[in-house]
């Protein structure tokens, strides 16, 4: 069995009054697509953000590459934070960047390459990720919601990270361009043996790329299991969540 590269024991999340995270224990295993569902507002997000050190918990551990985040200096943190990429919610790219300008923004941050190499390495990244050479001297303004993600996620390759994080990456996409963006994911992670930690309210995209998914409920994560196991759960959030319409329509398209 692969080992962990994330694990996440205890983890205990307050804003104020509000416990979002209620003693969560996760373990990301190196190599697989984990998709993270829940109900709006369970902390899914918020999971995620703990997890990449952008926001500090109220107790529990995190360790990720078996670092423990909450003991690291800001050298080793900045270290860390390359081995990692993330595409946030809506691509989240810089308006007043081109698409190539965006990809090389991490690259900038973190190396001292030389321009031309940074071009050089940003045009693959914008190949690897199905956008045309064309799209790199656009604005992501210039662009369609499905080539921003794809923008975002060439920019969350930037550093050939070994995790990439995504957050609803399939959102706000016709059916058809969330099935493609899926097929990339799915791809790109077998291919270069990426680990993908996936939050996402997308059941195809759970039938189609995730060998385990990762429910939040009830302030904890409640299981994880490969898709078909969770079928089978009793607990009322997910019997409704996997045998409502929608799950019957993703099931009948992985299978087709
Ligand atoms: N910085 C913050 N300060 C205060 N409350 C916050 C903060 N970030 C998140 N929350 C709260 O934490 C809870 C979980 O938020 P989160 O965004 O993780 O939910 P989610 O499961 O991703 O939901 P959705 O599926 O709707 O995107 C929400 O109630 C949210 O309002």
Known sequence: MACPIIRVSGLVTRFGPQTVHDGVDLEVRQGEVLGVVGGSGTGKSVLLRAIIGLLRPSAGRIEVFGEHLGALDPDRRRLLERRWGV???????????????????????????????????AGLKIAMVGLPADAAPKYPSELSGGMRKRAGLARALALDPEIVFLDEPTAGLDPIGAAQFDELI???????????????????????????????????????????????????????????????????????
Not at 93 to 115: G, I, K
Not at 188 to 216: E, K, P
């Open 87 to 121: 595409l946030f919610q809506n691509g989240a790219l810089f308006s007043s960047l081109s698409v190539a300008e965006n990809v090389e923004a991490p690259m900038r941050e973190h190396t001292d390459l030389p321009q031309g190499l940074m071009n050089e390495l």
């Open 186 to 256: 799915g791809e790109l992670s077998r291919a270069l043996g990426l680990t993908v930690v996936m939050v996402t309210h997308d059941l195809d995209s759970l039938y189609a790329i995730c060998d385990r998914v990762a429910v939040l409920a009830d302030h904890k994560v409640l299981s994880v299991a490969p898709v078909r196991e969770l079928e089978r759960h009793d607990h009322p959030w997910i019997r409704e969540y996997f045998h409502g319409p929608r799950a019957r329509a993703a099931r009948d398209s992985e299978a087709e």
